[in-house]
Nanobody, 123 residues
């Protein structure tokens, strides 16, 4: 599975961004998807995950209520709508795909990773 993330950029605190991740996978509807992020000097951390049929989603406490993960299996795409952005949200955001699990918050359970897209939130 090849993943291409896009949509990052520079935004002021309180603003919004929508990240997209395009997947090259014929059986995308059976791939669990997730978003992770890595800030400078920090370890990669979980952000959000969504199940095959989008019936289940799960978020990190730090983004709950501000971020929304969604997917369009017809377009082989997953999205991350980010609202009320804060400077602490500044990081490189990665989309990830898993054939092993329906959805997960564990990076180790995702076999495929995109190249990352930079999100910078200014104060």
């Amino acid at each position: 599975v090849q993943l291409q993330a896009s949509g990052g950029g520079l935004v002021q605190a309180g603003g919004s961004l929508r990240l997209s991740c395009a997947a090259s996978e014929r059986t995308f509807s059976r791939v669990g998807m997730g978003w992770f992020r890595q800030a400078p000097g920090k370890e990669r951390e979980f952000v959000a995950t969504i199940s095959w049929t989008a019936g289940s989603t799960y978020y990190a406490d730090s983004v709950k209520g501000r971020f929304t993960i969604s997917r369009d299996n017809a377009k082989n795409a997953v999205y991350l709508q980010m609202n009320s952005l804060k400077p602490v949200d500044t990081a490189v955001y990665y989309c990830a795909a898993s054939r092993m699990v329906i959805f997960s918050a564990r990076a180790s359970e995702f076999e495929y990773w995109g190249q990352g897209t930079q999100v910078t939130v200014s104060s």
